[in-house]
C-alpha cells in the first residue's frame, strides 16, 4: 500500500497491515511518498518488511536535483544533515522552479550510499520529514506550561491500533477566552476496543511522549467521528480544531 501526503508512524503502518489481513490480505507492505506540487512528481521510499524501519525517500537525479540548506542563512549543508529540502526539477514541464525552497524540514538529510534494501544508488532523503503544509498556527503549542509539536500527538493517535479516527480539540476552560487552555482528544474506536483501557492508554503515551495529559477523551461513533474531521468533504481532514473563543 503506497501512501502519500503524511508521515506513516510504525503503529499505521501496523494498523493498516491488521486490518488487510483481516480481509485476507497477507504479506501487505505500507509505505510513504514524498511528493509536492513544484516537484510534480512523487518519491518513494522501499516497501521495508518491517515497519520499524525506514528506508528513506529514493531520488531520482536525472529527473530532479535536491540540496538541503540551512534554513537561516541559505548555505548549503554536507551530506547527513539536517536542513530544509530544496529543488530544483530538471525534467519539469509548464512553470516550473528553480532552487525551490520547500519549506519541508528533513531530519537526517541526504545520503548517497546504497539503499540497505534494495540496493539502488540513487541518493535517499530521510523519511523524518516535517511538512510544511502541517505548519500552522497550531503546530507547536504551550499547554499546561509545555510546548508541544502537534505532529507528535498525531504520531501518537494515529499509532494507536485500537483508535480508527481521531481529532485534537484546543479549547478554554468554560468557554472564558481568559481561562487556561484545555486538551480534548475526540477518538472513534475499533470494533474490539475497550472505552477505559484506551483512555488510559492516551494519557499515558501523552505523558511519556510529550509531557502533559489531555484534560479529556471523548469517544464517539466512527460515523460521527468522520463528519467532525470532514473526512471526503473538506480538502483536508480537520486533525486538530481550534475552539478557543477569539477575544
Ligand atoms: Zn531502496
Not at 192 to 219: L, Q, Y
Request: include cysteine; glycine fraction near 8%; proline fraction near 6%.
Amino acid at each position: 500500500m503506497v501512501l502519500g501526503a503524511e508521515r506513516v508512524p510504525p503503529g499505521m503502518k501496523n494498523k493498516i497491515r491488521e486490518m488487510l489481513s483481516e480481509m485476507g490480505a497477507s504479506e501487505v507492505k505500507v509505505f510513504g511518498t514524498y511528493g509536492f506540487t513544484e516537484a510534480r512528481m512523487a518519491f518513494a521510499e522501499c516497501p521495508t518488511s518491517d515497519p520499524e524501519t525506514y528506508s528513506g525517500y529514493h531520488l531520482y537525479p536525472d529527473l530532479a536535483i535536491f540540496e538541503v540548506i540551512d534554513p537561516n542563512t541559505g548555505e548549503v549543508l554536507p551530506e547527513g544533515e539536517s536542513g530544509e529540502l530544496v529543488i530544483t526539477p530538471i525534467a519539469g514541464r509548464a512553470s516550473t522552479v528553480f532552487r525551490y525552497r520547500t519549506g519541508d524540514l528533513v531530519r537526517g538529510g541526504i545520503v548517497y550510499e546504497p539503499c540497505p534494501h534494495c540496493g539502488r544508488t540513487t541518493p535517499r532523503i530521510s523519511s523524518n520529514l516535517t511538512r510544511e503544509s502541517s505548519l500552522t498556527d497550531l503546530q507547536l503549542l504551550k499547554i499546561k506550561g509545555t510546548l508541544v509539536n502537534l505532529e507528535d500527538c498525531a504520531e501518537i493517535l494515529g499509532g494507536m491500533s485500537e483508535i480508527d479516527e481521531w481529532q485534537l480539540e484546543l479549547v478554554k476552560k468554560d468557554n472564558d477566552p481568559l481561562e487556561v487552555d484545555q486538551v480534548i482528544i475526540h477518538v472513534a474506536l475499533r470494533d474490539h476496543a475497550d472505552e477505559a483501557t484506551t483512555e488510559k492508554r492516551i494519557c499515558e503515551n501523552f505523558k511519556g511522549r510529550i509531557e502533559i495529559s489531555p484534560n479529556r477523551v471523548e469517544f464517539m461513533s466512527l460515523e460521527g467521528m468522520l463528519n467532525k474531521i470532514g473526512m471526503e468533504t473538506e480538502m483536508k481532514e480537520k486533525r486538530f480544531l481550534d475552539s478557543r473563543p477569539i477575544v
